[in-house]
């Protein structure tokens, strides 16, 4: 009886677990383009154009969500964090309604009217700046930007960039493409002033793709890395090791052992 108790309690625990795990989302439109004109200024700063086109098909839907990660993870103490402003959102010719908001990391511009439902082929042109995302090194300066984001529920079919950057500063290129941390490359070309980046494939829900542009040191002005003290968030950082998370472990861990064996016994 008791084993049988055990082993109740075992696939319970297992069932809690994959509830936890999200599906994976399909949800009947998809994005047809996905470009970005990237300009560094003088200062780092980054002027930022995004065209997206989509097409929701019989769909009825009032607009879309672009997430845009605004801080990450810098060492154990600190975040790093980007400033973002947004400037405008339009149909390639007339102003589209959007609200902003910011949900855990990340900066959220919810695009679409409310009161109407669309469907079918729409364009949303995105334009925004962004301060802190440069980084310096001792022979270059070096801009990592993940282009379209991995958060979007639906495949893209045409990822795309061009980094546009002071004449003659370029040095180096890099481009990947895939899930998070991916190595998959993706193709890149530049002139005197201007690197492009263009996926090889779709990319599903849940891929994106990264560039490197690197630029001559001193091209432009890199100033450090804007940092805060570290938010701690669950569940990444229940596994950090210090001693709250060490002494939290082992009181579970002694709980646990005294529920199996109270089980067995």
Known sequence: ?????????????????????????????????FHSDIHIAADSTLAISEDIRVDFGSLQKQGIFRTIPTRYRYDDTHDRYYELTVGSV????????????????????????PNVLISGPHRYVIGYKVAGA???????????????????????????????????????AACYEGPSGSIESCTSDNTASAVNYVSTRELGSGEQMSVVTGLNK????????????????????AFDVNPLT????LLLLIAGVGLIVRFWL
Request: charge should be negative; charged fraction near 20%.
């Open 1 to 33: 009886m008791r084993n049988r108790a055990l082993l109740s309690l075992l696939a319970a625990l297992w069932l809690s677990a994959l509830a936890a795990v999200p599906a994976s989302a399909d949800e009947g439109w998809v994005i047809t383009s």
């Open 90 to 113: 339009s149909d390639g010719s007339r102003p589209v309604p959007y609200t902003e908001s910011v949900v855990e990391d990340n900066e959220v511009i919810k695009i679409g009217d």
């Open 134 to 172: 440069m980084n310096s090194f001792a022979e270059h300066d070096e801009l990592f930007w993940n282009v379209d984001g991995a958060l979007w529920p639906v495949p893209k079919q045409k990822v795309s960039a061009s980094v546009f950057i002071p004449s003659g500063s370029y040095q180096r």
């Open 218 to 237: 001193g091209a432009v002005n890199v100033p450090a890395p804007l940092l805060e003290a570290r938010k701690r968030q669950f569940p990444q950082d």
């Open 246 to 249: 060490v002494g939290v472990g």
